[in-house]
């Protein structure tokens, strides 16, 4: 079945860096385009960027400029480099997979964004 599974979170201090991983299985990983979304406390859960099938990427909001989005055909995985964090990055991170039209998401990890 469709597994996905997300790390690299963790504490880190605002301005720092971070990347995260999400290993995908049970499914054609180069056949689908790949999202990570996060989701603060209080708060919905909100799509940052997309990765497609032809690498092509996309960018939302608080994302763009400092986020980047890339994918691992081989070792199937999307990763998520996350640039000048702050307090407002603090959040739990998740991807995304629409399979057969339905949504599969990971547990998720959480980032802390605190000096």
């Known amino acids: 079945q469709v597994q996905l599974v997300e790390s690299g979170g963790g504490l880190v201090q605002p301005g720092g860096s971070l990347r995260l991983s999400c290993a995908a299985s049970?499914?054609?990983?180069?056949?689908?385009?790949m999202h990570w979304y996060r989701q603060a406390p209080g708060k919905e859960r909100e799509l940052l960027a997309t990765?497609?099938?032809?690498?092509?990427?996309y960018y939302r909001g608080s994302a763009k400029d400092r986020f980047t989005i890339s994918r691992d055909n081989v070792q199937k995985t999307v990763y998520l480099q996350m640039n000048s964090v702050n307090p407002d990055d603090t959040a739990v991170y998740y991807c995304?997979?629409?399979?057969?039209?339905?949504?599969?998401w990971g547990k998720g990890t959480l980032v802390t964004v605190s000096s």
């Open positions: 049970g499914f054609t990983f180069t056949d689908y385009n």
């Open positions: 995304n997979v629409v399979w057969r039209g339905k949504d599969y």
């Open positions: 990765i497609t099938t032809g690498d092509s990427t």
